[in-house]
């Protein structure tokens, strides 16, 4: 971390990715989920890499055989937490800040905006078509 720098922990999750054994290991048995799986991601999110992981969770669930329809999206510009942005570019929070520390959550205002529009409909989409709900 350099100073006066926002502090990612993408890095460290990124590192921790490359033993494979410890990867394995941490899998919790995701195919005893009995419904379909949507897994959102933001491309910048700073926080991890939460596209590589719902990467790596679909290729476990195929692995698997798991039987449901199971998706994911990903979301460009957008940060960790980008499914709050939903009132606009200034509603998204894109790093906190306590005391002399910030936390970057990663993404900008605008691309966190765009994915909370965006994401809604399909979250309601996904829900509709694997549990018939309107």
Request: proline share 5%.
């Amino acid at each position: 971390m350099q100073a006066n720098q926002p502090v990612a922990f993408r890095t460290s999750y990124d590192v921790s990715r490359a033993n494979a054994a410890a990867v394995t290991a941490a899998f919790f048995p995701l195919e005893r989920i009995t419904g379909p799986l949507l897994c959102l991601a933001g491309d910048d999110d700073q926080m991890w890499n939460s596209r590589a992981h719902c990467e790596l969770a679909l290729s476990y669930l195929n692995q698997h055989h798991h039987s449901y329809p199971d998706r994911m999206i990903s979301y460009p510009n957008a940060g960790h937490l980008f499914i709050v942005a939903n009132h606009g570019p200034s509603s998204a929070i894109n790093s906190v800040h306590s005391g002399s520390l910030e936390l970057s959550f990663g993404g900008t205002a605008e691309g966190d905006a765009a994915a909370a529009q965006a994401v809604w409909p399909e979250i309601h989409a996904f829900l509709a078509a694997a549990f018939g709900v309107s």
